[in-house]
T-cell receptor, first 110, second 119 residues
Framework: LAKTTQPISMDSYEGQEVNITCSHN???????ITWYQQFPSQGPRFIIQ???TKVTNEVASLFIPADRKSSTLSLPRVSLSDTAVYYC???????????FGAGTRLFVKA | GAVVSQHPSWVICKSGTSVKIECRSL??????MFWYRQFPKQSLMLMAT?????????EQGVEKDKFLINHASLTLSTLTVTSAHPEDSSFYIC???????????????FGDGTRLSIL
């Protein structure tokens, strides 16, 4: 399983775009990149998943460069309710167990 | 979307008792479920992989006699913390994967966790 490295914490203000980058230098050919969001006392919630280039859904975008050794989760116009911990996971979602890294604690201020 | 339900969401019990936590996949069948433990301000730690109809696979350092896992059906896995002690107090979370259907990219879906407090 590829190891991931993320910033421990980030601060932002309401309405700003937030980009959280994850490094995964030893990503394997079959690995996907998946991001989860976790609020206190809740289980992680799936945000977005991608393999290469760019993926966008209703809540976020995921940018993956050609070498796939990193990825960036982009949250447009964050609000106070986006304050949470964000986890980047790398692996084959349908085939192997998931190992969580430390995650990034995002704090959105008014 | 896929829903995973955990029960109970919160339990307080006396030291020495056993506690059972249920994890259900509500709208899909899950041949594999996962159990995690999370301490305050820390990340999720995988405890074991629960396989329907067979024995669970435990991660290194997790006592299988302490944390009994049963996955008797395609929609239910249970975690029993036997003879619980205060150090077992934690947030326990389960997850399940949608059937792959030949695809490798089905993400895991998580329950909302069970907060266990042992007095």
């Amino acid at each position: 399983l590829a190891k991931t490295t993320q910033p421990i914490s980030m601060d932002s203000y309401e309405g700003q775009e937030v980009n959280i980058t994850c490094s995964h230098n030893n990503i394997a050919t079959n690995d996907y990149i998946t991001w989860y969001q976790q609020f206190p006392s809740q289980g992680p919630r799936f945000i977005i998943q991608g393999y290469k280039t760019k993926v966008t859904n209703e809540v976020a975008s995921l940018f993956i460069p050609a070498d796939r050794k990193s990825s960036t989760l982009s949250l447009p116009r964050v609000s106070l309710s986006d304050t949470a911990v964000y986890y980047c996971l790398v692996g084959v979602p349908g085939g192997f167990k998931t190992i969580f890294g430390a995650g990034t604690r995002l704090f959105v201020k008014a | 979307g896929a829903v995973v339900s955990q029960h109970p969401s919160w339990v307080i019990c006396k030291s020495g008792t056993s506690v059972k936590i249920e994890c259900r996949s509500l709208d899909f069948q899950a041949t594999t479920m996962f159990w995690y433990r999370q301490f305050p301000k820390q990340s999720l730690m995988l405890m074991a992989t629960s396989n329907e109809g067979s024995k669970a696979t435990y991660e290194q350092g997790v006592e299988k006699d302490k944390f009994l896992i049963n996955h008797a059906s395609l929609t239910l896995s249970t975690l029993t913390v036997t003879s619980a002690h205060p150090e077992d107090s934690s947030f326990y979370i389960c997850s399940a994967r949608l059937p792959t259907g030949g695809l490798d990219n089905q993400p895991q879906h998580f329950g909302d966790g069970t907060r266990l407090s042992i007095l």
